[in-house]
């Protein structure tokens, strides 16, 4: 059974940066599409980024130039690089991939 772990979360300033690591077991992870999601209290889950095997990017307008999404397919690893954070970002951060489901979760928490 695959599974994806997240980690990297935290409590940063408004204006600091955070890097969240997603690793999967399992070999089906490079010809998955890849994704973050995050989960504010009280709101629905929405994506933040998400990046196709190749490498093919994309992010709503709220972290676009903010955010930036990565992946390494040899170490089975995707990155979230957060920067300029502000207090709206903050929530349960989650890994996702296609195939894949879903990862437990990472709480970031950006204080003004």
């Known amino acids: 059974q695959v599974q994806l772990v997240e980690s990297g979360g935290g409590l940063v300033q408004a204006g600091g940066s955070l890097r969240l690591s997603c690793v999967a077991s399992?070999?089906?992870?490079?010809?998955?599409?890849m994704g973050w999601y995050r989960q504010a209290p009280g709101k629905q889950r929405e994506m933040v980024a998400r990046?196709?095997?190749?490498?093919?990017?994309y992010y709503p307008d709220s972290v676009k130039g903010r955010f930036t999404i990565s992946r390494d397919n040899g170490k089975n690893t995707m990155f979230l690089q957060m920067n300029s954070l502000k207090p709206e970002d903050t929530g349960v951060y989650y890994c996702h991939g296609d195939y894949l489901g879903w990862g437990q979760g990472t709480q970031v928490t950006v204080s003004s």
């Open positions: 990046i196709s095997p190749a490498g093919g990017t």
């Open positions: 399992g070999s089906i992870f490079s010809s998955n599409f």
